[in-house]
């Protein structure tokens, strides 16, 4: 879930300067802070989606629990779309 080089597209101007700075300068320590600062900005992101997807989870179980029998079979097949995201044409075919 944690996808840095996105965060160094994004700043690549910064990137590619704090880069030059460490072989010119030996400026490690602005380019760690660089580094962390885009680590942690990419994790507080990560973390945003995933309670995001939670409270989705949540909200269509609260749905299906109130759909009788109907809805048991309907919050198995919820569990195994949150277990498995991305399905293929292959999985319809079982």
């Known amino acids: 879930m944690l996808y ?3 965060f160094l597209k994004k700043n ?3 990137y590619y300067d704090r880069l030059q700075a460490v072989r010119m300068r030996g ?8 580094f962390v600062q885009g680590v942690r900005e990419v994790a507080t992101q990560a973390h945003e989606t995933a309670r995001k ?3 989705l989870r949540t ?3 609260s749905q299906l629990q109130t759909e009788g029998k109907t809805g048991v ?3 198995r097949a919820l569990d195994v ?6 399905l293929t044409d292959t999985w319809f075919r079982c």
């Open 4 to 6: 840095i080089s996105h």
């Open 12 to 14: 690549r101007g910064e």
């Open 27 to 34: 400026a490690w320590e602005e380019w760690l802070t660089f």
């Open 53 to 55: 997807i939670l409270d």
């Open 59 to 61: 909200r269509a179980q």
């Open 73 to 75: 079979t309907l919050l």
């Open 81 to 86: 779309l949150f277990a498995q995201p991305v």
